[in-house]
Antibody, heavy 123, light 111 residues
Framework: QITLKESGPALVKPTQTLTLTCTFSGFSLTTYGAGVGWIRQPPGKALEWLALVFWSDDKRYSPSLKNRLTITKDTSKNQVVLTMTNMDPVDTATYYC???????????????WGQGTLVTVSS | QSVVTQPPSVSGAPGQTITISCTGSSSNFGANYGVHWYQQLPGTAPKVVMYGNDIRPSGVTDRFFGSKSGTSASLVITGLQAEDEADYYCQTYDIRLRGWVFGGGTKLTVL
């Protein structure tokens, strides 16, 4: 049974760096094809994919945010960490991590999601 | 503006059939990437209700049907029930963006 859970600060100040951790169980990020992604959702708005890391350590980023994002994995701890620099109030959102199901390094869908963590950016 | 577009809202009476559309382009659906659909109830994480265009995950009601043709896709819900009221998102992969993309979401209201 796959589970994921996000953790991190609920409040960050503008210009600060956000660090979120996704702790998962039920699968290994050393298994061929495995991937964990981050998706966010501002209040009342749509889902937005941010970043994804594969078993191979291949990393993908949303083109619009890639200059601010870094995704890393720690397979010994079953964790994936997302950092986002220079936070702004428009980055206020619920941040989800999710397990990607797919057969290659493209395509696929997110079949298991964490509960999400609300991050508010405010001074 | 999202790379894949959905109507902001659809509605239907209990028992009716509704269709939620999702329009893509040559760099996603047209490049043979599949469409996947998520249902999001208020205050909860999205849940996949259709993947690979037309595959229902275990446990999802057989009143949900998915399809894709060319650069368009649809989620059809038959026998509409109050519990179907939710936000629905389509998702695919875009080869030009080299990443995963979501539609803007469609709010389904059961009248």
């Amino acid at each position: 049974q796959i589970t994921l859970k996000e953790s991190g600060p609920a409040l960050v100040k503008p210009t600060q760096t956000l660090t979120l951790t996704c702790t998962f169980s039920g699968f290994s990020l050393t298994t061929y094809g495995a991937g964990v992604g981050w998706i966010r959702q501002p209040p009342g708005k749509a889902l937005e994919w941010l970043a994804l890391v594969f078993w191979s350590d291949d990393k993908r980023y949303s083109p619009s945010l890639k200059n601010r994002l870094t995704i890393t994995k720690d397979t010994s701890k079953n964790q994936v960490v997302l950092t986002m620099t220079n936070m702004d109030p428009v980055d206020t959102a619920t941040y989800y991590c999710a397990h990607r199901r797919g057969d290659s390094s493209t395509g696929g869908h997110f079949n298991y999601w964490g509960q999400g963590t609300l991050v508010t950016v405010s001074s | 503006q999202s790379v894949v577009t959905q109507p902001p809202s659809v509605s239907g009476a209990p028992g009716q059939t509704i269709t939620i559309s999702c329009t893509g382009s040559s760099s996603n659906f047209g490049a043979n990437y599949g469409v996947h659909w998520y249902q999001q109830l208020p205050g909860t994480a999205p849940k996949v209700v259709m993947y690979g265009n037309d595959i229902r995950p275990s446990g999802v009601t057989d009143r949900f049907f998915g399809s894709k043709s060319g650069t368009s896709a649809s989620l059809v819900i038959t026998g509409l029930q109050a519990e179907d009221e939710a936000d629905y998102y389509c998702q695919t992969y875009d080869i030009r963006l080299r990443g995963w993309v979501f539609g803007g979401g469609t709010k389904l209201t059961v009248l």
